[in-house]
């Protein structure tokens, strides 16, 4: 499967963006689907993680309550929407997946993506 992110872009501090992750290449709904970030001078980190069905979602501490994590199998799309955006959620936003084979966990998608997006950055600005 091959992943594209979009959306990114300059916002001011507790503001409010979406991105977005488009697939193509294999049965969008067969992956488990996530949102990783990489910070200027850190590590990429994971952010949320979504369900092949869209049903059950996981959220890092950092994010949870302030983004939501969602999808459409019939766009072959998921989408990170960020609110509340605070500067050290500056970073560029990746999207990735891991082919679900009935029986995954969050820690397959966090721990073993096997395709990844090109990013895209968000920058939050005071």
């Known amino acids: 499967v091959q992943l594209q992110a979009s959306g990114g872009g300059l916002v001011q501090t507790g503001g409010s963006l979406v991105v977005s992750c488009e697939a193509s290449?294999?049965?969008?709904?067969?992956?488990?689907m996530g949102w990783f970030r990489q910070g200027p001078g850190k590590e990429r980190e994971f952010v949320a993680a979504?369900?092949?069905?869209?049903?059950?979602?996981y959220y890092s501490d950092s994010v949870k309550g302030r983004f939501t994590i969602s999808r459409d199998n019939a766009k072959n799309t998921m989408w990170l929407q960020m609110n509340t955006l605070k500067s050290e959620d500056t970073a560029v936003y990746y999207c990735?997946?891991?082919?679900?084979?009935?029986?995954?966990?969050?820690?397959?998608?966090?721990?073993?993506?096997?395709?990844w997006g090109k990013g895209t950055l968000v920058t939050v600005s005071s």
């Open positions: 290449g294999d049965i969008f709904s067969t992956y488990l």
């Open positions: 990735a997946a891991r082919k679900d084979y009935g029986s995954s966990t969050w820690a397959d998608i966090i721990y073993g993506a096997e395709h």
């Open positions: 979504i369900s092949w069905s869209g049903g059950n979602t």
